[in-house]
């Protein structure tokens, strides 16, 4: 048997094998232009498609992408004399999230006696969640801006020229600089100095009108801090001292609170109206002692813990659903009815809130029928 032996191949018959025909090569390269083609080409109608549904069918995008479909119209500084609008989301919807530390309104020193220790007072209320207007133009839809104007000649006033004023007499006035009113040296403007202690029983709760946090400016002042603080959790006790804030001079309370220690700043006696000018027409009242005891049962059946977390702002909660009902393009809520304002028979009405609550009597049933008016 005869063998027959081959040569391995040249690299060039390898190259010219593996090779692909030219017609081959650009038959491929036309399929792949055509493909990029046509994904560009569906990438762009589904943008238009998108931009169409956006804008012309909200709540029909709602329900394929999941997203709240309310919209309002916003409206842009015109360019070139036209007015741009736009559909978007509306953001007015209470952030539940946890609100950010807020800055320090006054940075300064507690003073109790001798003892002295670095302070930072911090706002205790905000007003991030509330709903704000503003003023627009009702023929253009564009926000308007409040400017200061001379009375007399109607000019416009530049910020630089204008100044405070105190009017001495009918139309004169005393010009006060900045100048005049940092020159005041007040203690109380870098010093929360204590001047006396009060019990907390005795605080008349008319008198407090906003608070605040007082926490330690640093770690130096935290021992300070907690002895002042713990002292008067102690003694069941506020100090009552004066600063400067907000330019203007507020009488203020600072009671223990939890870890830390609350300020409330305080009203001014000139600024309370005397109860003897309100109460004193409320003539003494003569009643039939069982309304005393039905009323008496219903408070019984409504008592409960001081608990904010269940406060509701009604008036907050209709703004919100008339705002929602003109994104929606539906008709606004009807009003709450008006309450009635007369009590025909005070008896039967206490007697008819005791049956709802599903409370029982067993004393003799209510005798006087007076009538009010």
């Not at 713990?230 to 203007?248: F, H, I, P």
């Amino acid at each position: 048997m005869s063998t027959v032996t081959q040569s391995p191949p040249s690299p060039q018959n390898i190259t010219r094998r593996t090779d692909c025909p030219s017609g081959a090569l650009a038959f491929t390269t036309s399929v792949r232009t055509t493909c990029m083609t046509l994904s560009c080409l569906c990438l762009t109608m589904f943008m238009v498609r998108f931009r169409f549904l956006r804008m012309q069918a909200p709540a029909r995008l709602s329900r394929l992408t999941g997203l709240p479909h309310r919209t309002f119209t916003v409206h842009r500084a015109p360019a070139a004399g036209t007015i741009r609008t736009e559909t978007r989301c509306p953001s007015w919807k209470r952030d539940k999230r946890k609100m950010a530390a807020p800055r320090a309104a006054w940075k300064g020193y507690l003073k109790v006696g001798s003892v002295t220790c670095g302070v930072k007072i911090v706002g205790a209320t905000s007003e991030a969640s509330k709903i704000h207007f503003k003023i627009l133009n009702r023929k253009d839809g564009l926000p308007v801006r409040s400017v200061y104007a001379d009375e007399e000649t109607g000019k416009l006033v530049d910020a630089a020229d204008q100044v405070k004023g105190f009017e001495i007499e009918k139309d004169e006035f005393l010009q006060i600089e900045p100048d005049d009113i940092k020159a005041l040296k007040l203690t109380s403007k870098h010093t929360l100095e204590v001047g006396e202690f009060v019990s907390i029983d005795d605080i008349d709760t008319r008198y407090l009108e906003k608070p605040y946090y007082l926490i330690p400016a640093d770690g130096a002042a935290i021992e300070a801090y907690g002895v002042i603080r713990d002292a008067m959790k102690n003694k069941g006790v506020a100090a009552r001292s004066c600063v400067v804030l907000y330019q203007r001079g507020r009488e203020v309370l600072i009671q223990p609170y939890g870890k830390g220690m609350v300020m409330t700043e305080l009203r001014n006696h000139n600024e309370m109206v005397s109860e003897s000018t309100v109460f004193d027409g409320l003539a003494k009242q003569k009643y039939d002692p069982d309304l005393l005891e039905i009323a008496g049962m219903l408070i019984d059946k409504k008592v409960t813990t001081f608990d904010p977390s269940k406060f509701e702002d009604t008036y907050e909660d209709a703004l919100i659903a008339m705002i929602d009902a003109k994104c929606k393009g539906k008709k606004l809520p009807k009003p709450a009815p008006r309450p009635q304002e007369n009590v025909i028979n005070l008896a039967e009405v206490l007697k008819k809130s005791l049956k709802q609550e599903g409370l029982a009597r067993s004393t003799k049933r209510a005798s006087p029928k007076r009538k009010t008016a």
